[in-house]
Nanobody, 119 residues
Framework: QVQLVESGGGLVQPGGSLRLSCAASGTISNLNAMGWYRQAPGKRRELVAQITNGGTTTYAEWVKGRFTISKDNAKNTVYLQMNSLKPEDTAVYLC?????????????WGQGTQVTVSS
């Protein structure tokens, strides 16, 4: 099993910045990727960014250079630096860890951290 604990969410004004952290523990040695999704009220969960073991990153098109995903392998932690935040970025941000198995991709999810962008 994999346990994920997110932190760093909160209330920020439009144009501000936040850095989210996701610390992984448990059986993490063979994870293939980690990433961030978000879900706003009444909307579907959507990918924000993902980083593979090899360091390859993927971003949602709407991120448009505002967010940066990174990882610290020594700390088993993934970060999401969010700049130029907009009110439409308000959502619960969830960390995910992915492992490829012979039955497909298994996903582990954190509890999420609330990000609210408002003046």
């Amino acid at each position: 099993q994999v346990q994920l604990v997110e932190s760093g969410g909160g209330l920020v004004q439009p144009g501000g910045s936040l850095r989210l952290s996701c610390a992984a523990s448990g059986t993490i040695s063979n994870l293939n990727a980690m990433g961030w999704y978000r879900q706003a009220p009444g909307k579907r969960r959507e990918l924000v960014a993902q980083i593979t073991n090899g360091g390859t990153t993927t971003y949602a098109e709407w991120v448009k250079g505002r967010f940066t995903i990174s990882k610290d392998n020594a700390k088993n932690t993934v970060y999401l630096q969010m700049n130029s935040l907009k009110p439409e970025d308000t959502a619960v941000y969830l960390c995910v860890a992915k492992r490829t198995t012979n039955l497909g991709i298994r996903e582990y999810w954190g509890q999420g951290t609330q990000v609210t962008v408002s003046s």
